[in-house]
T-cell receptor, first 114, second 111 residues
Framework: AQSVTQPDIHITVSEGASLELRCNYS??????LFWYVQSPGQGLQLLLK??????LVQGIKGFEAEFKRSQSSFNLRKPSVHWSDAAEYFC????????????FGAGTILRVKS | KAGVTQTPRYLIKTRGQQVTLSCSPI?????VSWYQQTPGQGLQFLFE???????NKGNFPGRFSGRQFSNSRSEMNVSTLELGDSALYLC??????????FGSGTRLTVV
């Protein structure tokens, strides 16, 4: 069965510090990978996506993610966190083999302290 | 370019009633997917429509149904509402490898 694991439910970082959010997946097909961010009461905003090619993907708001097939991981990084980055972050995986269906991780809530 | 529009934003319904939610995808996007988000179960796939045909379905009871119109707008219907149907319902539209763009969601509360 397809699954996505985000091991950290909550993460707190200081403003200006670096950030890494972890994502591991189990998927029996060639995966497409996504990171979304959600502010309270809002929908999901796409930060970045990986379909193929370069395994280091650049996204919006200064985020990047690296696809590591050998580790089944797609970790999200940002070199310097801003207070406005506080939100919940979701990793998701999809595949053409499974149709347009995304499987989401449980999410990681990011708190930023000043 | 307008984003994905979901209406209404908020709904309060009574147990046993039915509800219809609407989603207008990004112009040119033919695929519309629906997701349910709850604190306990997280984000779960409901179904996906492409060119008016249901192409994929998640593990939800038959009370949850949907349809897509020729202009790609989609509706989902939940009949005989239960308290556990209270959730944020999110719609996403897609045009192949562009990824999935989500709307702001409809917050459904069942009392």
């Amino acid at each position: 069965a397809q699954s996505v694991t985000q091991p950290d439910i909550h993460i707190t970082v200081s403003e200006g510090a670096s950030l890494e959010l972890r994502c591991n997946y189990s998927y029996g097909a060639t995966p497409y990978l996504f990171w979304y961010v959600q502010s309270p009461g809002q929908g999901l905003q796409l930060l970045l996506k990986y379909f193929s090619g370069d395994t280091l993907v650049q996204g919006i708001k200064g985020f990047e993610a690296e696809f590591k097939r050998s580790q089944s991981s797609f970790n999200l990084r940002k070199p310097s966190v801003h207070w406005s980055d506080a939100a919940e972050y979701f990793c998701a995986v999809g595949s053409m083999e499974y149709g347009n269906k995304l499987v989401f991780g449980a999410g990681t809530i990011l708190r930023v302290k000043s | 370019k307008a984003g994905v529009t979901q209406t209404p934003r908020y709904l309060i319904k009574t147990r046993g009633q039915q509800v219809t939610l609407s989603c207008s995808p990004i112009s040119g996007h033919r695929s519309v997917s629906w997701y349910q988000q709850t604190p306990g179960q997280g984000l779960q796939f409901l179904f996906e429509y492409f060119s008016e045909t249901q192409r994929n379905k998640g593990n939800f009871p038959g009370r949850f149904s949907g349809r897509q119109f020729s202009n790609s707008r989609s509706e989902m219907n939940v009949s005989t509402l239960e308290l556990g149907d209270s959730a944020l319902y999110l719609c996403a539209s897609s045009a192949g490898s562009s990824g999935y763009t989500f709307g702001s969601g409809t917050r459904l509360t069942v009392v």
